[in-house]
T-cell receptor
Framework: KNQVEQSPQSLIILEGKNCTLQ??????????LRWYKQDTGRGPVSLTI?????NTKSNGRYTATLDADTKQSSLHITASQLSDSASYIC???????????FGDGTTLTVKP | DTGVSQDPRHKITKRGQNVTFRCDPI?????LYWYRQTLGQGPEFLTY????????KSRLLSDRFSAERPKGSFSTLEIQRTEQGDSAMYLC?????????????FGEGSRLTVL
């Protein structure tokens, strides 16, 4: 069964600090992995997309890594800002699959 | 704005009533997805369409739920005889097969509260 597990479930950090969110998956055959940011009451917005051959991708202060061998991904947020407070969802797609598998997300709270 | 739009954004209804949500995808996108999301959880897949064909339905989609995409453009999700357990955010997403690895573009969601 395709599954995506994210950790931690929630995280509180101080503004300006860095943090790393984890995603482990068992989706097979692997096609791509995406990280989404979802503000409270809003729809998810894509941050990064990585395919099998990519192991790092950055989008501003967000850097995602992918280890396809261990089936793990991380999202590193640098110099956090209050606006980073949101849920971060890991989404993994299998090749030729119509739908993707979603994690439950990590809720990040950045405090001043 | 040419993003995914959903209507209404919020719906409060009494148990037993029917509700319908509408989703307008990005115009050139051929795939359209419906998800349900409750607090603290990731989106749960309900169903998806490729053009006007409904290709997959989740077991979560009971016989009270029906979705259509009659002309391969906008879609509707109807919930009949609503129950309190139907209270959730209903998200619509669209994608274009063969482009950007099928990246999903989400709407802002329709929040349903069943009293």
């Amino acid at each position: 069964k395709n599954q995506v597990e994210q950790s931690p479930q929630s995280l509180i950090i101080l503004e300006g600090k860095n943090c790393t969110l984890q995603c482990n998956y068992t989706v097979s055959p692997f096609s791509n992995l995406r990280w989404y940011k979802q503000d409270t009451g809003r729809g998810p917005v894509s941050l990064t997309i990585m395919t099998f051959s990519e192991n790092t991708k950055s989008n501003g202060r967000y850097t995602a890594t992918l280890d396809a061998d261990t089936k793990q991904s991380s999202l590193h947020i640098t110099a956090s800002q209050l606006s980073d407070s949101a849920s971060y969802i890991c989404v993994v797609s299998a090749t030729n699959a119509g739908k993707s598998t979603f994690g439950d997300g990590t809720t990040l709270t950045v405090k001043p | 704005d040419t993003g995914v739009s959903q209507d209404p954004r919020h719906k409060i209804t009494k148990r037993g009533q029917n509700v319908t949500f509408r989703c307008d995808p990005i115009s050139e996108h051929n795939r359209l997805y419906w998800y349900r999301q409750t607090l603290g959880q990731g989106p749960e897949f309900l169903t998806y369409f490729q053009n006007e064909a409904q290709l997959e339905k989740s077991r979560l989609l009971s016989d009270r739920f029906s979705a259509e995409r009659p002309k391969g453009s906008f879609s509707t999700l109807e919930i009949q005889r609503t129950e309190q357990g139907d209270s959730a955010m209903y998200l619509c997403a669209s994608s274009l097969t063969g482009s950007s690895n099928g990246e999903l573009f989400f709407g802002e969601g329709s929040r349903l509260t069943v009293l």
